[in-house]
């Protein structure tokens, strides 16, 4: 069973870092790129990053490029988000998915980033 | 970006009745090989979203045949043959092809 789970999220003032971490099982982790996805309360599904297999290269939205890192770490079926120069607007859930055939096919529970002083 | 734009944005539907949501694509979303590259999900209150149609027209695994999907290059549509209770929550249409990945606005079904 593919599961998909979220780690890391909590409050953090205005200007912090948080680190999300996901812990991927069921699949050969490495096969696969990954993504982030997020969602602002009561808002729609925003992406934020993917990752290659063996990380060699990573894309982002606009909104977060210089501020957000993506990672992963294979041998440990990982994949992280290091945030840093949080604001408001990055309150959100944030998933982590798997991408199959052109889509998302698994997703993991969410873990909620509130930025705010 | 590529902008995806669905519509309605709110679905009352009757249980029983079929319902449909249009996707448009600000750009094609057919790839060189053949395959329009066009996903739909279910979003569920207080759930993550799941998968129901992925490439434009195919099913994801466990997705109840009542759900299909059609359409090519800028323009999809995702029907439901017969609204159920279950069907509930907004309904996502989203694109890979280019980067950044993006999504629609949402369509919320109500029953």
């Known amino acids: 069973e593919v599961r998909l789970v979220e780690s890391g999220g909590g409050l953090v003032q205005p200007g912090g870092s948080l680190r999300l971490s996901c812990a991927a099982s069921g699949f050969t982790f490495g096969n696969y790129w990954m993504n982030w996805v997020r969602q602002a309360p009561g808002k729609g599904l925003e992406w934020v990053a993917q990752i290659k297999e063996d990380g060699s290269e990573k894309n982002y939205v606009d909104s977060v490029k210089g501020r957000f890192t993506i990672s992963r770490d294979n041998a440990k079926n990982s994949v992280f988000l290091q945030m840093n120069s949080l604001r408001a607007e990055d309150t959100a859930v944030y998933y982590c998915?798997?991408?199959?055939?052109?889509?998302?096919?698994?997703w993991g529970q969410g873990s909620l980033v509130t930025v705010s002083s | 970006d590529v902008v995806l734009t669905q519509s309605p944005l709110s679905l009352p539907v009757t249980p029983g009745e079929p319902a449909s949501i249009s996707c448009r694509s600000s750009?094609?979303?057919?790839?060189?090989?053949?395959?329009?590259?066009l996903a739909w999900y279910l979003q569920k209150p207080g759930q993550s979203p799941q998968l129901l149609i992925y490439l434009g027209s195919n099913r994801a695994s466990g997705v109840p045949d009542r759900f299909s999907g059609s359409g090519s290059r800028t323009d999809f549509i995702l029907k439901i043959s017969r609204v159920e209770a279950e069907d509930v929550g907004v309904y996502y249409c989203?694109?890979?092809?280019?980067?950044?990945?993006?999504f629609g606005q949402g369509t919320r079904l109500d029953i």
């Open positions: 989203m694109q890979p092809l280019q980067i950044p990945v993006t």
């Open positions: 750009q094609s979303l057919l790839h060189s090989n053949g395959y329009n590259y």
């Open positions: 998915t798997r991408p199959s055939s052109g889509a998302f096919d698994y």
